[in-house]
């Protein structure tokens, strides 16, 4: 369509365009629709104002006046002067910047200039495009992980909220209350709020909460005793750590409401997960039980200390502990082994305990350190969705080991007599599988998993052996895993860097106290630490098994890598701090032929002493640490003795069901017959049990004994 050219005689209809006369010529062919023409037909546009036909007049858009680009002036960059053109609306006060030839009007919408992003026109800078989706969902993440943090303080709405957001509904929200009501009611009532398997009811007075009683659905015995439990876990929640009402907060209720929540609503499928869980661990309890009274058998002693050391023994060394709603956490554990730490603050520890590594016995009688549980290492066990088909389902029993229980004698060979209770099906009308067929039984689409607390880092390999064993994929990774100390140490380091490329070294300082020459003295030790060889790195979170015996099985190789990994990190990521006296490990420490006895613990912590003895500090001991992974977890360390011309190298390993071995230990003990060695290896092995698995003071110990043996 050739524009029309103005005449003085013409009537032109309001909001008609027409090109202007100095231009002399029609409109150029387009290879697109003209903009204007694609947004309004006959070249009609939103304009109410007539443009004048005078080539100096200036033209209006909507009400903006334009003024003339370089294009219309025949002064143009482009590469060519008949391209699409149109000027820059004079109320932005410069000439808007825009690639050759795409001199393109943004239009004004209520006064403000809308201008392209670049990343819509499609352009890149010099440092490339900006991935604005990434940043707006960055942005997202960093809003969302704020919302919904701080659940508040505890209140009688605060619990009415927080049982909303998990799913639970109560009988407050429904209740109409005149302004008297609500100032005689309002925190002075009980709050019921329920899921589909469960009713937990909070009283209320003043605010404050006075009891929590938990229940379920299904009428039990062993649930209702559980749900006891969970009640007196939920009001420690409730109250405050201090005592004061109003600084009580939500945070702890939250989480544990969250773990029952997350159980019922998988309960709502026909399957009570409440009852599976509470039959494994009947059978669990029942295991733990006939163990104990097994190890106690023959033990001597006062009735409390054999009832500790069986505990202790059955946790660390056999089937684990299982407990349910202890630890102020709501489910069903299995406690299978802690890091051991020698109690500094206990006065009768602190006041001359005398510890024999190569007798059976301490101070108290104990044949084990006194152990203050620093980290404990559990298996949470719960209940997930998974398909039938690909994974064993879920069974309702409590008959995963036979009744009575006998078990086996450790000389016999055998293992524990489990059993296998028939599968647990559950009808089609039950569920919302749609492809179950009317009438027919089918498996419940829910399977076990045991969540590792805290998460295990093991070698690649190991990781995946674990995996097999209870029948799990292996994991898909696109990219080359990090290395086993790099992730066990410095995970974000391991994140960033360059996974399984060079070889990981870290170092790390300690100080230790010692005696030398009749006096106490701090001892630096300088460690660094070195991979023999390039080992991946795994983080096992969590297992998913069909069978009890499965996690049994595992207990041994998860406790070895769980002291590997406590014993690492207690050197190299901790600050420099005294450690505990070498002293307590041995009733007395011979120095240059010179016997006294050791000072007390509690002297030796004082922070007046220790200031005092830091002054002296001259000396300063570098320890080379070698780590191999496979085929068994050993560190070599190598330290020079008091003796200057000799320097030590020992071999450490760690077994299964974290026990020590040494392999090796040159430059320390003297050279005799072999039976001697080893039965000196031996009190090595346990002298670093009973210090907890702290390299620093156990090598004092070394260098000491090293010396008053030469």
Same mark, same amino acid.
């Given at each position: ?19 202007p ?19 309004? =037909?006959a ?25 003339? &680009? ?8 482009? =590469? ?22 795409l001199?393109?009007?943004t ?15 499609g352009?890149?800078t ?9 940043? #707006? ?10 919302i ?6 505890v ?21 109409? *209350? ?9 925190? &002075?009532?009980p ?8 009713? $937990?009811?909070?009283? *209320?007075? &003043? ?11 299904v ?32 945070? #702890? ?38 163990e104990?009274a097994?190890t106690?058998a ?10 500790e ?6 946790? #660390? /060394? ?30 009768d ?11 059976q ?7 084990t ?23 064993p389902?879920?069974?309702?029993a ?15 060979g ?11 099906? $559950?009808?089609?009308?039950a ?15 829910? #399977?076990?998993?045991?969540k ?10 190991t ?23 790099a ?15 060079a070889?990981f ?23 660094? *630490?070195?991979?023999? /060889? ?9 297992? =998913? ?6 996690? $049994? ?30 002293p307590?490990?041995?009733e ?9 006895d ?5 002297d ?6 220790i ?11 570098p ?14 360390? $190598?330290?020079?003795? *008091?003796?200057?011309?000799r ?9 299964? &069901?974290?026990?020590f071995a040494i ?16 039965? /000196? ?30």
């Amino acid at each position: 369509m050739a524009t029309p050219t103005p005449s003085s005689g013409s009537k032109r209809p309001a909001g008609s365009v027409h090109t202007p006369s100095h231009l002399n010529q029609s409109s150029p062919p387009r290879s697109v629709p003209s903009p204007v023409a694609s947004r309004h =037909p006959a070249g009609k546009t939103p304009i109410n104002h007539p443009t004048t036909s005078s080539s100096q007049g200036s033209k209006t858009l909507g009400s903006t006046p334009m003024v003339r &680009n370089l294009s219309q002036t025949g002064n143009t960059s482009s =590469p060519s002067a008949n391209m699409l053109s149109f000027g820059t609306p004079s109320g932005l006060g410069v000439e808007g910047t825009t690639p050759a030839g795409l001199n393109m009007l943004t239009p004004a919408l209520g006064g403000a200039a809308m201008m392209p992003t670049m990343s819509e026109l499609g352009l890149t800078t010099s440092g490339g495009k900006r991935n604005e989706d990434e940043e #707006r969902r960055a942005k997202m993440r960093k809003v969302l992980r704020k919302i919904g943090t701080p659940k508040g303080r505890v209140s009688e709405e605060g619990i009415a909220r927080v049982s909303r957001r998990v799913g639970f509904a109560n009988d407050i929200d429904a209740e109409k *209350l005149t302004a008297e009501e609500k100032e005689r009611k309002v925190g &002075n009532r009980p709050i019921s709020t329920a899921g589909n398997t469960i009713v $937990i009811e909070v009283d *209320l007075k &003043n605010q404050v909460p006075q009891n929590v009683q938990v229940m379920y659905s299904v009428q039990s015995k062993a649930l209702e005793e559980q749900g006891e439990k969970a009640g007196k876990v939920l009001l420690s929640d409730l109250k405050a750590a201090d005592g004061v009402a109003l600084n009580a907060k939500l945070d #702890r209720f939250a989480a544990n409401l969250e773990r029952l929540a997350r159980l019922d609503r998988l309960s709502s499928g026909g399957v009570n997960c409440f009852e599976a869980l509470s039959g494994l661990y009947s059978s669990l309890r029942t295991l733990y039980e006939q163990e104990k009274a097994a190890t106690t058998a023959g033990m001597k002693g006062s009735a409390p200390d054999i009832e500790e050391k069986a505990d202790t023994e059955v946790l #660390r /060394k056999k089937s684990g502990k299982p407990v349910v709603h202890e630890r102020n956490r709501l489910g069903v554990e299995i406690l299978y082994w802690h890091e051991s730490r020698q109690a500094d603050s206990s006065e009768d520890k602190a006041s001359g305990t005398k510890m024999e590594v190569d007798g059976q016995k301490t101070s108290d009688g104990d044949t084990t350190a006194t152990q203050d549980s620093d980290t404990t290492f559990a298996l949470r066990i719960e209940a997930e969705s998974s398909p039938a088909g690909l994974y064993p389902s879920i069974r309702v029993a409590d008959t995963w080991l036979p009744d009575p229980l006998e078990l086996p004698s450790a000389d016999s060979g055998e293992g524990i007599p489990w059993q296998e209770p028939p599968p647990t099906f $559950i009808a089609p009308d039950a569920s919302q599988n749609a492809m179950a067929v009317d009438g027919q039984q089918h498996l419940p689409d829910l #399977r076990f998993v045991a969540k590792l607390d805290p998460p295990l880092v093991m070698p690649y390999q190991t990781a995946l052996n674990v995996l097999a064993a209870v029948g799990a994929p292996q994991p898909q990774t696109m990219t080359i895993p990090p290395q086993y100390a790099a992730l066990l140490l410095r995970p974000e380091v391991a994140a960033h860097g360059q996974p399984g490329v060079a070889s990981f070294t870290t170092s790390a300082e300690q100080d230790v106290l010692s005696q030398r020459d009749g006096q106490e003295t701090v001892v630096r030790h300088n460690y660094i *630490l070195d991979s023999v /060889k390039l080992d991946w790195g795994f983080k096992v979170e969590e297992l =998913p098994f069909s069978h009890p015996r499965q996690l $049994i099985e595992l207990l041994p190789t998860l406790r070895q890598w769980a002291c590997v990994g406590s014993l690492l990190k207690a050197t190299f990521n901790r600050q420099v701090t005294p450690s505990r006296s070498s002293p307590s490990l041995s009733e007395k420490i011979h120095t240059h032929g010179v016997s006294r006895d050791p000072p007390k613990l509690e002297d030796l912590l004082q922070q007046s002493h220790i200031d005092h003895v830091q002054t002296q500090n001259t000396n300063s001991v570098p320890v080379n640490i070698a780590l191999a992974t496979a085929p068994t977890p050993t560190l070599g360390l $190598i330290f020079p003795t *008091l003796d200057t011309e000799r320097i030590a190298n020992i071999s450490v390993q760690i077994l299964p &069901n974290a026990d020590f071995a040494i392999s090796t230990h040159e430059g320390i003990l003297p050279s005799g017959p072999a039976d001697d060695r080893s039965e /000196k290896a031996r009190k090595m092995a346990r002298a670093l049990e009973v210090c907890g698995g702290d390299l620093g003071l156990w090598i004092e110990w070394l260098r000491t004994t090293s010396l008053s043996s030469s």
